[in-house]
């Protein structure tokens, strides 16, 4: 009994420990999303969190002064004595506020605490990131000024084109190389395997300017093959890694079984290890778009940073460097930017765990 329960314990502290970690990384989230739906002049002017009922001071009676009232000198109200610059910042006597009206009429407001639930949400800010068109932002004081939109929506369509093709390319080629070295025979097999296995440790940074080089001799900087081929090339170590792990482990006797009806190995590969790795591949495959889809370096320097091929990462730290006041925009681009990578994460979520508990128990 002592025992169950102290295993019991340890269950319930770890539970804490991860609620308490989610919250933490939900609650910024939260205040994004919400963020990306109000007025320009509420983000500036209020926290995210006054979209829920809270207290807020609401206008009561007016008091009306005397005009002739020097406001050089104390103000009497209601028997007490007040400095003009307590009147403008607000004083706050048995739960009331007293605040400046009109100052040049000699009005004062009693403000009172309320419960308040008024919340201002609009898709004016995705309209405005999304398209190129300018727009009219209305400012805290009633005044408007013209703006332009960022046409986020061309650098989502790029991403998407650059992501896909290199996330299903690598994934592929690594397959078929995880098949071989695992289940094929040939000589040198070893010192190839470890040779890629190798480069995991070698930086990014390190290879960008050899192959750049080599890019601009054969043509391929700034076109979308060449963004396809060096994602492909620097993600390739770590996927035929991991799917290695998992193909290595596979029942050997499907595969003698195969051979003696008279497969190829193209017909194995193709009807028993990707059906049968499907759950390895949707999480390397996840892996790899992410990196794909928030990546800049490289992007920045395979294709460039011209308008009409920037990708979403690109896209927003040029509204952080030029418009970072903006934060309708910036907060909108934000979370436009990671609905594509949640949606491929909940579609694939089935296979996700699955997956990377592929090939870590023999037998």
Known sequence: MALKRKKKGKKTLVNIILGIICFIWLLPTLGLFVSSF????DILHTGWWKVLPHQAWSAGETIQLPKEVDLREPIAVNGTNYSDDQLKAGVTVDGKRLLWENRRARTINVQEKAWEFKPALTLQNYKNVLSGKEYKLKEADGSETLQKGTGLSQAFWNTLTIAVPATVIPVLIASFAAYAFAWLRFPGRKTLFVMIIAMLVIPLQVALIPVLKDYTSLGLNGSYLGIWLAHTAFGLPLVTYFMYNFISQLPKDLFESAFMDGASHFTIFAKLILPLSVPALASIGIFQFLWVW?????????IGNQPSVQVMSMKIADLVGSRGNDWHLLT????????????IFFLLQKYFVRGLMGGSIKG
């Open 38 to 41: 109000r007025p320009a002049a």
């Open 294 to 302: 928030n990546d800049y370096l490289v992007s920045l320097i395979f």
């Open 332 to 343: 909108s681009a934000a979370f436009i930017s990671m609905l594509m990578p949640l949606a």
